[in-house]
């Protein structure tokens, strides 16, 4: 599916993208975290802790990590308080995640499109490193919306082409061959580091997805620019009318 690693939104048709990238994640499970540390030169520890900067207390909350992955946002949520459910539609990185005691509260195997909860029952919904995996962006928006109770808080934590030029180019360079060569050499898996390098160049603008964001919905939507513009935290709330 080489046409298929660049970032395409498909709402009608999205179930054979979903099962390769299924796939893909479940094929890079023993090497995943080791290479988000190394790839990010440990920048994506900072980010995922300044989420919490930009949202309010957690603690006693309800709240869902959607695509999450081996449980890393998932942990910094329990470890404030949170009842967290851990959602993801890879198995096996839930399984690493309960291994490495990162995912503590309820793991459940879902697309997250399809969250399996009912209306108005999360406080707070994050997703990290997710939302460019998602074809069908419209219904994932529109689930979240559902599930979050009035008032309740989404936060977006993902990686985004820098507005700076010099940035941009230099970062798009690293993008395209620094990043599949380092991912293939370590996990063995080279086709998947150049989908991962892809999707971040030709993910939807951060204007755009938060406009999609204000469309059904949410409010009070802010960006959060971190480490030269290269990684981004988007956090609303859905409207309480």
């Known amino acids: 599916m080489e046409n298929g690693f660049s970032y395409k939104i498909d709402n009608i048709n999205p179930e054979e993208k979903k099962r390769f990238i299924r796939k893909l994640f479940d094929s890079i499970v023993p090497t995943y975290d ?26 006693n909350a309800h709240t869902i990590d959607l695509c999450c992955g081996t449980g890393d946002v998932s942990l910094l949520m329990s470890k404030r308080g949170a009842k967290v459910v851990s959602l993801d539609f890879s198995m096996n990185m839930l399984k690493k995640g309960i291994r490495k005691k990162a995912i503590k509260g309820r793991p459940v195997s879902a697309d997250a499109c399809h969250i399996p ?6 406080s707070v919904a994050t997703i990290a490193f997710g939302i460019r995996n998602i074809p069908d962006i419209n219904y994932f928006i529109k689930e979240v919306f559902r599930v979050l109770t009035p008032g309740g808080r989404l936060a ?13 180019t230099l970062y798009l360079f690293y993008l395209n061959t620094v990043l599949p060569f380092i991912g293939g050499v370590i996990s ?3 086709s ?8 971040i160049a030709t993910f939807i603008d951060q204007p755009d997805l938060q406009k999609m ?5 949410f409010i009070h939507i802010t960006g959060h620019p971190q480490t030269l513009g290269i990684a981004t935290i988007i956090i609303c709330e859905k409207d309480i009318s």
Do not use: C, M
């Open 34 to 59: 080791l290479l988000n540390h190394v790839l990010s030169f440990g920048t994506d520890l900072l980010w995922r802790r300044n989420i919490f900067k930009h949202l309010k207390s957690v603690n």
């Open 117 to 122: 909860f009912r209306d108005n029952t999360f």
């Open 156 to 168: 977006i934590l993902e990686l985004v082409r820098p507005e700076n030029r010099v940035i941009r």
């Open 188 to 190: 063995g898996r080279k």
């Open 192 to 199: 998947a580091y150049n989908y991962l390098s892809k999707t």
């Open 213 to 217: 964001l204000q469309r059904y919905g």
